[in-house]
């Protein structure tokens, strides 16, 4: 029986893409929907994590190239000389719609985008919001974007409890249909998968997977911080002994954004001197919140509670509060990509100022957006979005506070307040 196919905001990308490019590569974490929303373009499929498809490939990668198109390679960094093979192709001539590869890895010690130009990449994530299905949204990052300040509106019925379940159902598509203890069960397989596995295939032995298990964990306490890898680092043991050098963790992510499951968001540095002291610190984020929570140990009914658990990160207000900034922050990103703009976050050093996410057009000028755990906005909440407002002028094209409550409206002063369920592409 057929698999549901849960429309993705990438399909649309991939609509414009491919009748124009001979080669797309679909980039992402295992599981995050890759290989179903390619296979459906395809007419033949190379599966490279097939031993006998792969034995076959490594022999003669061309082998790889062959058959009516658009061809799919899924797994394609099993045998990385087909991204080459690739690359010669489209040099050759390839027509557009030809070749999809799928990956969720990076060789280690491979030059894979040594076809930029050639072969083009488009990220994949974990459902958004609007990808899911909870509502439908009301209001979209394009309009927003193209300024003036529009009209925002909509009504939900969506609950703070509805967003908890969110954060930790996760945004895998695999995965969705999963509750309780078996939800928890293949979230911590996948985990156990990246460190038992994943590790040694991308070159990395880890003779201490537990206490790479603890450096997880503190990065997940750490998510939607700016929290340093040293206090990250101090955290996975408590401050004790059998500390892992830098040595040791550098390495550690550098695989793991290799497996795309560390996806951290970058500072914001504007070209133009409208600020001083901006701090280069990146704010912490998992592929999934709903990983985090599960290397945390944590689940719904504890998040409702308040409760705090796992390692010790410095971080304002509630861990619930941080993983629905995550969850807001994966769907801004979807939305971002597919409206060809980038998302940042602010903080001036010592953090006096910050503003949660930036989102920032071809031309430089930007969207501000808060993240509230909370169903009502106060003055308080965006004061730190009209701080911005003065310093920036016309280039702050809108600004936002994303949050729980059941409306979507326009305060007297202009800030937008928007449900994270109404937002869309």
Request: aromatic share 4%; net charge neutral.
């Amino acid at each position: 029986m057929a698999r549901h196919y849960l429309p993705r905001v990438v399909d649309l990308e991939l609509d414009e893409l491919m009748p124009q490019l001979p080669a797309i590569a679909l980039e992402g974490p295992k599981a995050v929907g890759k290989t179903e929303t390619a296979r459906r373009r395809a007419k033949i499929i190379h599966q490279l994590d097939e031993p006998g498809q792969r034995a076959i490939v490594e022999a003669d990668p061309t082998r790889a190239l062959g058959g009516t198109p658009p061809l799919l390679i899924d797994e394609w960094q099993r045998v990385p000389a087909v991204w080459d093979a690739v690359r010669r192709a489209v040099d050759a001539g390839s027509p557009p719609s030809q070749f999809l590869l799928t990956g969720s890895a990076s060789p280690p010690n491979a030059p894979t985008h040594s076809g930029a130009g050639r072969i083009v990449t488009v990220r994949m994530r974990p459902l958004s919001l609007a990808e899911r299905g909870l509502e439908s949204a009301t209001v979209s990052l394009r309009s927003l974007l193209a300024g003036g300040r529009p009209d925002v509106s909509g009504r939900t019925g969506i609950e703070l409890e509805d967003y908890v379940d969110e954060i930790v159902r996760s945004g895998l598509p695999g995965l969705r249909s999963y509750r309780g203890r078996a939800l928890l069960a293949q979230l911590d397989g996948y985990l156990s998968r990246i460190i038992d596995t994943d590790f040694e295939e991308q070159g990395l032995q880890v003779r201490r997977p537990q206490t790479l298990r603890r450096w997880i964990a503190a990065y997940a306490a750490a998510t939607a911080t700016t929290a340093s890898f040293e206090t990250i680092r101090d955290a996975a043991t408590g401050g004790q002994g059998d500390k892992p050098s830098r040595s040791a963790t550098q390495p550690w992510r550098d695989v793991l954004e290799r497996l795309w499951i560390l996806d951290p968001v970058a500072p914001w540095l504007p070209t133009q001197n409208h600020l001083n002291r901006l701090a280069q610190i990146p704010k912490h984020h998992l592929a999934d919140p709903a990983l985090a929570a599960a290397m945390l140990g944590i689940d719904a009914t504890a998040l409702l509670k308040g409760v705090e658990t796992g390692p010790r990160i410095p971080r304002a207000g509630l861990l619930l509060g941080r993983l629905f900034e995550s969850l807001v922050t994966l769907s801004l990103r979807v939305y971002a990509q597919a409206a060809e703009t980038e998302l940042r976050h602010l903080r001036l050093h010592g953090g006096s100022q910050e503003v949660d996410l930036i989102i920032e057009r071809s031309d430089r000028r930007v969207i501000a957006a808060e993240v509230k755990l909370g169903r009502t906005v106060v003055d308080d909440d965006v004061r730190h979005l009209l701080w911005l407002r003065e310093k920036l002028g016309a280039d702050l094209v809108d600004a936002v506070v994303i949050n729980t409550g059941p409306e979507a409206y326009r305060r007297k002063d202009g800030i937008a307040v928007i449900p994270a369920v109404l937002l869309g592409p």
